[in-house]
T-cell receptor, first 114, second 112 residues
Framework: DGGITQSPKYLFRKEGQNVTLSCEQN?????MYWYRQDPGQGLRLIYY???????QKGDIAEGYSVSREKKESFPLTVTSAQKNPTAFYLC?????????????FGPGTRLTVT | GESVGLHLPTLSVQEGDNSIINCAYS??????FIWYKQESGKGPQFIID?????DKRQGQRVTVLLNKTVKHLSLQIAATQPGDSAVYFC???????????FGKGTTLSVSS
């Protein structure tokens, strides 16, 4: 099956620890994205990548880091510098960026930091 | 700045009714809008999109209307079903055209 996978579905960490969220796609998409969703809120863009070895900050990049070493993978690290890391994290991909390129979303990872 | 938003956070309808979910946007230069549906605990799913050179676009049981004069778009769902219960988001492209900006969402509850 083609699609986007995120693992794990639930993740628990202690405050002060870095944690890496996985996102893999087998859709052969060039562009990949990370969004954060808080309860009752819309999605906010953290980082996006239009092509391998390139990525751009979104609206709320502080406290996060990403890498794009392979086309199919776009891992997100939530660092200890992120003040409020508990949230639902969504990864997406698209053929390209811009109009007419639908974004496909993964199932999300719910991160809880205590 | 860029922002999209929805007028009402919740909407409750009876099965079989038509639903109308509204969205206002601030960037008059926006030329592409998308509606997504998100079921509980899942990622958003694409419903329908519309470009700014159109006023209306229809899909299966859904219609999107765009009013550029007042910077408003709406999603109409005909004969709403319990399976339509979800959070609905409107989104448009950022100014660079590289990523989506989402509104806060409207939770649609359908009772049978």
């Amino acid at each position: 099956d083609g699609g986007i996978t995120q693992s794990p579905k639930y993740l628990f960490r202690k405050e002060g620890q870095n944690v890496t969220l996985s996102c893999e796609q087998n859709l052969n998409h060039d562009a990949m994205y990370w969004y954060r969703q808080d309860p009752g809120q819309g999605l906010r863009l953290i980082y996006y990548s239009q092509i391998v070895n390139d990525f751009q900050k979104g609206d709320i990049a502080e406290g996060y880091s990403v890498s794009r070493e392979k086309k199919e993978s776009f891992p997100l690290t939530v660092t200890s510098a992120q003040k409020n890391p508990t949230a639902f994290y969504l990864c997406a991909s698209s053929v390209g960026t811009g109009i007419m390129y639908e974004q496909y979303f993964g199932p999300g990872t719910r991160l809880t930091v205590t | 700045g860029e922002s999209v938003g929805l007028h009402l956070p919740t909407l409750s309808v009876q099965e079989g009714d038509n639903s109308i979910i509204n969205c206002a946007y601030s960037n008059s230069a926006s030329d592409y809008f998308i509606w997504y549906k998100q079921e509980s605990g899942k990622g958003p799913q694409f419903i329908i999109d519309i470009r700014s050179n159109m006023d209306k676009r229809q899909g299966q049981r859904v219609t999107v209307l765009l009013n550029k004069t007042v910077k408003h778009l709406s999603l109409q769902i005909a004969a709403t079903q319990p399976g339509d219960s979800a959070v609905y988001f409107c989104a448009d492209l950022n100014q660079a055209g590289t990523a989506l900006i989402f509104g806060k969402g409207t939770t649609l509850s359908v009772s049978s």
